[in-house]
């Protein structure tokens, strides 16, 4: 039961690195970002519960959520307030604290944290070039709790991050 397990949550990585590789490479909206998003961390909070990874799967959650409310932001006065991405980076602090196995949930909250302030932004380019970090983190997570896939994954969503702000310095031509 255990290997199906693992085989089912190395296929929800596959799909979830599927869908940011591929807005990852090419110029998109803030809003499909938001919208892909959701999407790619329900699929890791799968990976990552199937794993036993809890910090990565409570994280997974509440970044779906974030990136949801952030999706209102300019839209709905409450919602655009500074209050509401520092509500989530404590969120992101208390989820990994409660699901605490040890030194690496350091590095999902660190890097929602870091996602956070990316989500927060505006401009694409400005996202992506946070994302390099968010990725390298979890990067690190990734290969701690056995996710193949996720480590390779986010390997080339950081290479694929760093390709795409070196090539579009600041060039912020689609928001």
Known sequence: ??????????LLAVAAISLLLWYTI???SRRAIMSFNIVIN??????????????????SVFCALMVWVFSYKGKRP???????PLFFAIMF????LLTWQGIGSLLPIMG?????????????????AICILV??????????NRSL???????????????????????????
Not at 1 to 8: A, K, L, R, V, Y
Not at 79 to 84: G, H, T
Not at 112 to 128: C, F, G, P, Q, Y
Request: hydrophobic share 55%.
């Open 135 to 144: 990725a390298a983190l979890w990067v690190v997570y990734n290969w701690m």
């Open 78 to 84: 409450f919602l655009s307030k500074l209050a509401v």
């Open 93 to 96: 602090l208390a989820g990994g």
């Open 1 to 10: 039961m255990e290997q199906i397990s693992f085989i089912f949550s190395q």
């Open 26 to 28: 090419r110029p998109v």
């Open 112 to 128: 929602n944290i870091l996602l956070v302030i990316a989500m927060w932004r505006d401009r694409e380019w400005t996202i992506k």
């Open 149 to 175: 896939i996720g480590g390779i994954g986010q390997t080339l969503s950081l290479i694929a991050n760093l390709v795409y702000v070196a090539t579009h310095h600041r060039q912020d031509t689609i928001d």
């Open 42 to 59: 329900l699929l890791w909070a799968g990976h990552y519960m199937l794993l036993k990874a809890y910090s990565g799967a409570v994280c």
